[in-house]
């Protein structure tokens, strides 16, 4: 049975940071890419950042660009998000995903094999 778990999520203030992680069970994660998606309330789902399965090649919108970190530790069998200078559109629920394939054609279509449930992560003026 594959799970992601992800937490670390919360509340906090513009400015502020935190970090996400998501932790794998039932998959050897280094296998997979590990992509952060987030949605907000009332938006549809959008893409934020992506790792490659070595961590050697990262993506990320361009909302978060410079701002947000994604890592990976492959021997933890985990992934993290490093999300600083926090705003308040950065506001919604966060969710690690999985796949085995092509990371790019992945992201960009939405579609991957295994999903968090999510972590909420609210951002105060």
């Known amino acids: 049975h594959v799970r992601l778990v992800e937490s670390g999520g919360g509340l906090r203030q513009a400015g502020d940071s935190l970090r996400l992680s998501c932790v794998a069970s039932?998959?050897?994660?280094?296998?997979?890419?590990v992509g952060w998606f987030r949605q907000g309330l009332g938006k549809e789902r959008e893409f934020v950042a992506a790792?490659?399965?070595?961590?050697?090649?990262?993506y990320y919108s361009d909302s978060v660009y410079g701002r947000f970190t994604v890592s990976r530790d492959n021997f933890g069998n985990a992934a993290y998000l490093q999300m600083d200078r926090l705003k308040p559109e950065d506001t919604g629920t966060y969710y690690c995903?999985?796949?085995?394939?092509?990371?790019?054609?992945?992201?960009?279509?939405?579609?991957?094999?295994?999903w968090g449930q999510g972590t909420q992560v609210s951002v105060s003026p």
């Open positions: 790792i490659s399965k070595s961590g050697g090649t990262t």
């Open positions: 995903a999985a796949d085995p394939g092509d990371l790019v054609v992945a992201i960009t279509s939405g579609i991957l094999d295994y």
């Open positions: 039932g998959i050897t994660l280094r296998n997979y890419f």
